[in-house]
Nanobody, 116 residues
Framework: QVQLVESGGGLVQAGGSLRLSCAAS????????MGWYRQAPGKQRELVAV???????NSADSVKGRFTISRDNAKNTVYLQMNSLKPEDTAVYYC??????????WGQGTQVTVSS
């Protein structure tokens, strides 16, 4: 069954904004970290940003100051607000969830395309 549902991807011009959402099923218990990875054409999948249940965040240097990760624990949802988008941000973005028991879940991926 689908346990992570992503939304919010699309096509935008450079300098624009998008907000990604990832809703985890209520069947996933005791979520610790929630985050976003991305994979650009011809490149390896890389960590974009992560947030713990306590609100501690970490993000890649390439997106610092432009992307903000947040979560709503009541809704089991993580968000990625992406501002000042660049063509280099073009990638498939994947939601990632890890429980306290270290079980990991992945979303199906959502395409983000930034035109110049």
């Amino acid at each position: 069954q689908v346990q992570l549902v992503e939304s919010g991807g699309g096509l935008v011009q450079a300098g624009g904004s998008l907000r990604l959402s990832c809703a985890a099923s209520r069947s996933i218990f005791s979520i610790n970290a929630m985050g976003w990875y991305r994979q650009a054409p011809g490149k390896q999948r890389e960590l974009v940003a992560v947030i713990t249940s306590g609100g501690t965040t970490n993000s890649a240097d390439s997106v610092k100051g432009r992307f903000t990760i947040s979560r709503d624990n009541a809704k089991n949802t993580v968000y990625l607000q992406m501002n000042s988008l660049k063509p280099e941000d073009t990638a498939v973005y994947y939601c990632n969830v890890r429980t306290y028991s270290t079980v990991t879940y992945w979303g199906q991926g959502t395409q983000v395309t930034v035109s110049s």
